[in-house]
């Protein structure tokens, strides 16, 4: 029986109850009841009692569970859904809480300065002192000029006294000042600052994810761990002090957006008191698995190697920390496997991708289109006589300028890069080998298609060392999945945290992504999402790896993009594939809303390792539950799917408690 269907014979299901004789403390009538439950998929009503569901079934069955002392919520064939969960979410970084933020807006170099300014005043930022802008979005705007030829160029105008860093919106990428680069240190301590020099030495190891100028120096882009080098402000931690006197802002915007249980995505030592605080305030109305980040680097022993058993140690502590909370567990380690495939087509050089690629990244060349935005006009033959004497002999085109007037582009261009992994392959191999061996899930970042099959060769020796092929380890983002790969994923049964949202056609993220992965002649839509494309093929396969066996669930990577995890609109996409107004990217990858709402519940919940738990609204499991303000169900039937983003809860429960209610206009 269609989704459909079964939601509207919800009436004639056999109603499941436990004692009636007890009455309850809630009772939902007149209800759209979608279960999640594959055993009664529809209900008209629910009772609970002591944060239990007590009773699914019908309007005249509930009946028998109203007492004198029951609260009872006509809702007014309104939908009812199991609440949700939130499977690769930073909830710390979701609050509304004052910061300098640029709300992922677009913003031309010449802008930052004065907005930075304004910031420095407004925040009272003292000499020493970090300013930290939040928000800042990478992968849209940032159009350079004479002035302002790249982003150091732009922070130095706002502040050549203080540390300036812009927080990418992905938590991934950075932009920094001449300050800020200047305190970047060596493993020892000594400061020595991100240049030319210590960029071909002390720092040969992070030069790929640290962008240069046409002369080789730092242009201000510094990403992943090579930030760490500045002890720069992170997007997670930047708010945790006012957060920590606020607690409760992280419960109100999971409760606003019907969300009653996530995983932590990146949780750090710092950051696990302010769980204890949340959980001792008794303001939370959710449940969490932290998602344990440690880099394995970071725990070499005098000899080199790294000491897995003490990373272990540390991870086994704060488990042990939560064994048997109802609320917190902290049963997971994260690894990341590699960084983003976003490149900087506006740096001269261009900025390449730095996540690892399966084969070398192109070359492409950019100049202003018929109507002076940028596109591609070219690219490099990296395999020519030219290009193979630049590698070879590099000092003999130092004088890149003039290589320029003559060739086209510059001598970096001639640079072969597959990007990197985000630690060396064995040791994360190694880690995730130890981290099953003592019992933990994994859950793997790895956005490119190298990345995606170093995770599964992960997984795949971590439970052949364990003997555990049943844990619900978790692969993160997945925008490239060869179809070896997809297969794999398949037979392995692994779960999949999408970012729905991001599987989409955008003009300006396109620019900085596809060209280098396809030879892109043109502009528009067509031109960057050629059907003969591999990276359209490749693009989060959704469809396929549900097809093949993997579990798909659902992780907004809030504050990525929006601090909103709108569950919504990511239902939408992953039905869609576009933006409203703009064609599909992948369409052959949508899926339906029924598959959307199983990756947002009861599959979340199994992820989590508690679907016996909560998950769906079945007899027996916690009364975790919200009403939405129109049918979805409808919406998708009526070929209106292009409004389901624009749902808004009105009402959550958890554990039987009413913890949010839209205010009233």
């Given amino acids: ?357 399966l084969t070398p990244y192109l070359q492409p060349t950019f100049g202003p289109g018929p109507d002076g935005k940028l596109m591609v006009t070219g690219y490099v033959d990296t395999a020519s006589t030219l290009c193979a004497d630049v590698r070879a002999n590099p000092a003999r085109y130092a004088d890149g300028a003039g290589f320029a007037r003559a060739h086209g582009y510059l001598p970096a261009q001639c640079a072969l890069s597959q990007g990197q992994l985000q630690h060396d392959r064995q040791v994360i191999l190694d880690y995730a080998k130890a981290a099953h061996l003592a019992g933990f899930t994994l859950h793997i970042h790895a956005i490119s298609d190298a990345a995606v099959r170093t995770a599964i060769d992960a997984i795949e020796g971590a439970r052949a060392t364990d003997g555990n092929d049943h844990t619900p380890d978790t692969i993160a983002h997945l925008q490239l999945v060869t179809p070896e790969d997809v297969a794999r994923i398949g037979r392995d049964h692994l779960f999949l945290a999408y970012t729905y949202s991001w599987a989409n056609a955008d003009p300006d993220y396109d620019l900085v992504t596809i060209p280098f992965f396809e030879h892109v002649t043109g502009t528009g839509y067509k031109a960057f999402h050629d059907p003969a494309f591999k990276y359209e093929h490749e693009f989060y396969p959704v469809r396929d790896t549900r097809d093949a066996g993997g579990i798909l669930v659902a992780g907004s990577d809030a504050p990525v993009n929006t601090p909103d995890p709108q569950p919504f609109v990511n239902m939408q996409l992953a039905i869609t594939r576009a933006v409203p107004g703009e064609p599909a990217a992948s369409i052959g990858q949508h899926i339906t809303l029924h598959e959307a709402l199983q990756a947002y519940t009861i599959d979340g919940a199994r992820a989590m390792g508690r679907d016996r738990e909560f998950g769906s609204l079945t007899n027996g499991k916690s009364a975790d539950f919200i009403m939405i303000d129109q049918d979805i169900v409808a919406l998708e039937r009526t070929g209106k799917t292009v409004d389901i983003g624009k749902t808004r809860v009105m009402k959550t429960w958890f554990r039987g408690k009413m913890v949010y209610t839209l205010p009233k206009p």
């Fill in 1 to 357: 029986m269609a989704f459909n269907a079964l939601l509207l014979a919800g009436a004639a299901l056999s109603p499941v109850a436990q004692n009636p004789q007890a009455p309850a403390d809630l009772v939902i009538e007149n209800a759209r009841i979608v279960t999640e439950d594959q055993d009664q998929p529809s209900a008209q009503a629910l009772a609970v009692r002591g944060g239990t569901i007590v009773y699914v079934g019908d309007d005249a069955g509930a009946k028998a569970f109203v007492g004198t002392g029951t609260t009872v919520e006509d809702a007014a064939g309104r939908l009812i859904l199991p609440g949700l969960v939130d499977a690769h979410i930073h909830p710390l970084a979701t609050t509304d809480l004052p910061t300098c933020d640029l709300a992922s807006r677009s913003i031309a170099l010449k802008d930052l300065a004065p907005f930075v300014q304004d910031c420095i005043h407004r925040f009272g930022i003292k000499p020493g002192e970090w300013l930290a802008v939040t928000g800042w979005n990478f992968s849209k705007g940032n159009e350079p000029d004479a002035q302002t030829p790249n982003l150091r160029a732009a922070l130095d105008r706002a502040s050549r006294d203080l540390p300036v860093t812009l927080l990418g919106n992905d938590g991934h990428h950075g932009a920094y000042n001449s300050v800020a680069l200047a305190r970047a240190h060596t493993p020892a301590g000594k400061a020595i600052g991100f240049s030319k020099a210590t960029l071909a030495s002390v720092f040969a190891a992070q030069s790929k994810i640290i962008g240069v100028d046409a002369a080789g120096e730092p242009d201000g882009t510094v990403n992943e761990d090579a930030r760490d080098m500045m002890d720069s402000p992170d997007l997670i931690t930047v708010s945790l002090n006012a957060l920590m006197k606020h607690p409760g802002k992280v419960s109100e915007r999971l409760a606003k957006s019907g969300i009653t249980a996530v995983q932590d995505a990146l949780v750090v030592p710092a950051t696990v008191p302010y769980y204890e605080l949340l959980r001792k305030s008794g303001l939370m109305t959710f449940r969490a698995n932290l998602m344990q980040l440690y880099n394995p680097e970071a725990f070499r022993n005098a000899a080199g190697a790294i000491d897995y058993p003490a990373v272990i140690t540390l991870a086994k502590s704060y488990r042990t920390k939560f064994t048997g909370d109802d609320l917190i567990r902290a049963e997971a380690l994260k690894i990341f496997a590699d960084g983003v495939l976003e490149a900087n087509p506006y740096a001269t050089p261009p900025t390449l991708p730095d996540a690892p690629k």
